[in-house]
């Protein structure tokens, strides 16, 4: 927080570099602000927003009112415990003496502070903060190295290691320069403007000046505010065609880090490259070349003969980089088509043929070892989603079979965002089932966690099928050869594989559960396995678990309703969101709180697993009742959780509170010098709570403030 007795200044820092590669820049810029908010923090500057921009070019620091010193601070040197400093008629020991002299004060200006070994001496002093100019000298070189990028260079004699060689250094607290020097470049007050149009330096005051001469230079380093420029040109652009922009985040966001001034271009290609697949020409624009599609407007996906482009240098003449971008286009969609028509001179099954020269994993064989898993794991998901269905069977194992043949085709190698598209356009001009040509095209589905967030599933069963099979294989198989994610390693994408799955099985029922799933995908490993195959299923269902609960948290549900129903889960997914939604039902009554009380002292009371009481035995009456009111409860919910119907069960579980509680009252169940009695009381209660957590375990339902009633008689 600022202190507004202080004085404040600006602070600005631009790294100017050789060009950034686009991914590298946000994280850089991420980077750049979290450790100089850090840094400000441990050398006790105060200032307002911290904020960063960058093009390719440059990475780009502002704080706003940075204090012009450190806060004042109170240092404490302890010394020697008090018993020890003093002897018994209250005089100074050579300890306290020694301790005074060494921090140069008298023994009585020392204070006395409380420690968790005892009352010590200690020496405090006040200490004033040092010039801000002077501290970010020495913190603006070390904020700038500590930034560790995927790839980084040195230059030079090689003692400096950055992402990108760095050109020049502007760093400004206020108007004035901040000293200090990366390798052989000198910080200073300058900066520079677009590499072609204004390669000059120029001076700068201060930010406001800063991005009034970076205007003026063709250079527009807000990334947010280039991104929507470049955004409102594509669409204006695509409008001018005659169509409409067919959308790209992804590409969007990168083109936005490639360009610090964006000229956006239209360009036309022939139509005779309309004959290949809308997919094949948008990867052919867009792999290579970065290239915006445009499609007729009011279809899905009917492209017309244009594309977009986003340069980076500014033309007086825009017709000359239109006919340089299409002639660079040309020879690419040329490519395609030569590779399409190669392609089609051979059938699938030939390519699929071929597929045990290429390695999945040197533990888990090739991709047609992995196709003949896929075949064997299709033919058990088909007995839930065809039953009896033999042709279903004959298609789905076809699917299998095919499926990752496209990886040898030329098309593929050129272009791998075509893998299943490719293989689905060709599967169907060689008479393919459509139910076959949906699955190879789908099976890939969802392909990101964009794709999960927008709801880009597989459309038809059998690609949904196909989907479960392949990501159910690579992740048992990670776990197999010990490739289970870690913290910051996920090599395979694991975690997006069982999200994938977890959501799949929500929108339809497509395996029994994931306990079965799992145990069939590691059958078809058996021969790879080096540890207990046990083992491996608890990790892999945890795994599973560990997702599910956080996607449960994301979508709104509370942690102890979630964690009370995992506790007791089956390995449904879909089973496991109705017990959800029905605890999150059930904490909404009115009754809630007397409810859970009750629930729980059935469960928190039971010792063991006993048998089920024996009626003969009930001494009491209120035992002999609640005996009678379970088992007509149970005949009533039994039907009930068959149909996943929770909320109505729980309702009529509701319903035995009042007899739970009247036991309670009347019964001792930790009954003293009487073991059968004890033992079978137990054993009634252990029935109910065996009940109960066919749904939940409700020892885990948080009740704040009511821990205590919730103590059992004993």
Known sequence: MKDDTIMTKELLLEIGTEEIPAGFVPPGLAQLKKETERMLAENRIT?????????????????????????????????????????????????????????????????????????????RRNVSGEKTEEILSVMLPEIILSSRF??????????????????????????????????????????????????????????????????????????????????????????????????????????????????????????????????????????????????????????????????????????????????????????????????????????????????????????????????????????????????????????????????????????????????AEYSQLQGEHEEVVKAIREHYLPRSAEDIQNQVFPASTMGTLLSLADKMDAIVGGWVVGLAPTGSQDPYALRRQALGVIHLMRRGKYAPNLVEFIDRALALLKDRIEIPPADIKEQVLEFFKGRLRALFLEEGFLYDAVDSVLAVWNGDPVDAEHRVRAISGLKSRPDFEPLMIAFKRVVNIIEGNPPPADPTRFEHPSERKLYEDFQALEKRVQPLLKKQNYEQALAEMAGLRPTVDRFFDDVLVNVENNEPLRQNRHALLNQIGNLFKRISDFSKIVIPGSEQKAIAKG
């Not at 209250?90 to 420690?115: I, K, N, Q, Y």
């Not at 205007?215 to 652009?237: G, M, N, T, Y």
């Not at 697949?277 to 007729?296: D, G, N, T, W």
């Not at 001179?345 to 390519?351: A, G, V």
């Open 47 to 123: 200032h307002g927003k911290v904020q960063t921009m960058g093009t390719p070019r440059r990475l780009v620091l502002i704080v706003k009112e940075v204090s012009e010193k450190q806060a004042d601070t109170t240092e404490e040197k302890q010394g020697p415990l008090v018993e020890q400093a003093f002897d018994k008629d209250g005089r100074p020991t050579r300890a306290a003496l020694g301790f005074a002299r060494s921090v140069g004060v008298e023994v009585e200006d020392l204070v006395r502070v409380s420690t968790a070994k005892g009352d010590k001496l200690a020496h």
């Open 150 to 423: 995927p790839k980084s260079m040195h230059w030079g004699n090689g003692d400096i290691r950055f992402v990108r060689p760095i050109h020049w250094i502007l760093a400004l607290f206020g108007e004035k320069t901040i000293p200090f020097s990366i390798g052989e470049t000198q910080s200073g007050n300058s900066s520079r403007g677009h590499r072609f149009t204004h390669p000059e330096p120029f001076p700068v005051k201060d930010f406001a000046d800063y991005m009034d001469r970076l205007d003026r230079a063709d250079v527009v380093v807000d990334p947010v505010f280039r991104k929507d420029l470049i955004e409102k040109h594509l669409l204006k652009q695509a409008e001018k065609a005659g169509g409409e922009l067919i959308p790209d985040p992804d590409l969007l966001d990168e083109v936005t880090y490639l360009v610090e001034y964006p000229v956006v271009v239209t360009g036309r290609f022939d139509e005779k490259f309309l004959r290949l697949s809308p997919e094949v020409l948008i990867q052919a624009m867009r792999s290579h070349q970065r290239y915006f599609s445009i499609k007729k407007k009011g279809t899905d996906l009917e492209l017309l003969p244009c594309f977009i482009t986003v340069c980076n240098t500014p033309a007086p003449d825009l017709s000359v980089l239109c006919r340089g971008n299409e002639r660079v286009l040309l020879a690419r969609l040329n490519d395609a088509e030569f590779f399409y028509q190669e392609d089609l001179k051979h059938k699938l099954d030939d390519y699929a043929s071929e597929l045990k020269q290429v390695v999945y994993h040197n533990r888990l064989g090739s991709y047609a070892e992995k196709a003949l898993r896929l075949q064997k794991l299709m033919g058990w998901l088909c007995e839930f989603s065809f039953p009896g269905d033999q042709e279903a069977k004959v298609r789905a194992y076809r699917s299998a079979l095919l499926c990752k043949a496209d990886l040898i085709s030329q098309m593929v190698g050129e272009f791998p965002g075509l893998q299943g598209i490719i293989g």
